[in-house]
């Protein structure tokens, strides 16, 4: 697993850089001065937020959990986005391997 933060002192912290490596997170972190590197992250948040968190009250943890991995699901299947030229994102890397092989 990778996981991709901005260089916050919490996220360079000795402590938190060994709990990812206690249990094998890859820590990546944005270049110095680089907002865009954490945009497609922060667009599918704002997307996992407005169209479905903000609008579905969870009795459970396990049913929040759930509903995210759904909602993964359908954003990488399903939703199409102008970015990618309006393919889903499993369209566009099966399009991007059959030009490179």
Known sequence: MLL???????????DYQSLLKRHGIIPSHSRAGNCWDNAAMESFFRSLKAERVHLTRYGTYDEARADVFDYIRFYNHHRRHSTLGYLTPVEFEQRQSALSA
């Open 4 to 14: 991709h933060s901005d260089r916050g002192s919490q996220y360079c912290a000795f």
